[in-house]
């Protein structure tokens, strides 16, 4: 009886061990959200690695969204795929009736070529938008403005907007089953050893 307790409760205790240290290693990277002091010295550890770290995350992540994600290709290629809102066009037909006098709308050979008119100076508009917006893309690229805009902005809404709790959410939901596979491993790798060290006892 006594050598079943020998083999049996060593693979037991490292299990529970070897699963309660993942479970803190992974709670210890949210947790504390904030610096914790005691008789006026800082905790070590405190606040815990995201938290302590979310600066430095934020930038990461923003540099590799300007840099790598938001390229000047992507811009191009979405300033191509804009459409012309048919506000601005009806403000730029009105734009021409002032200047031109309303009377010319109402005469009878124009109120016919109208809609191809208005449609004429709809493509050109959109010819000429997107050919200034992508000059202003491609001067802005070569001289980085558009990327350290989007980084400063990518940077300053996850610190504004992204507490430590809420990142510590959003891990938890994405990373649920890697996380429990983590302590699961864990708490394996504490019966093998727990399991070892009963058989070099016996």
């Known amino acids: 009886m006594e050598t079943y307790i020998y083999i049996f409760i060593p693979p037991i205790v490292g299990g529970l061990i070897g699963w309660f240290t993942n479970a803190i290693a992974i709670w210890m990277l949210f947790h504390p959200y904030e610096k914790r002091y005691l008789f006026g010295f800082s905790l070590p550890f405190t606040p815990g690695l995201i938290p302590s770290r979310i600066e430095e995350l934020a930038d990461s992540i923003a540099k590799i969204i300007a840099r790598y994600l938001l390229t000047r290709e992507d811009w191009i ?3 191509d795929s804009m459409e012309l809102d048919e506000k601005a066009v009806d403000e730029i037909f009105s734009k021409i009736k002032s200047v031109t006098g309303s009377h010319l709308f109402k005469m009878p050979f124009f ?26 893309i491609l001067r802005a690229t070569e001289q980085k403005q558009i990327e ?3 980084e400063k902005l990518i940077q300053q809404k996850i610190v504004e907007e992204f507490d430590p709790e809420k990142i510590e959410r959003i891990v938890r939901q994405v990373c649920k089953k890697e996380l429990n596979y983590i302590m699961l491993f864990g708490g394996i790798l504490g019966v093998i050893i727990g399991f070892i060290q009963a058989l070099l006892f016996l």
Do not use: F, G, Y
């Open 77 to 79: 290629q979405l300033i």
């Open 111 to 136: 109120s016919k070529l109208k809609h191809v008119v208005k449609e004429t100076i709809r493509k050109e508009l959109r010819r000429a938008i997107r050919k200034r917006l992508k000059n202003i």
């Open 148 to 150: 350290d805009s989007i």
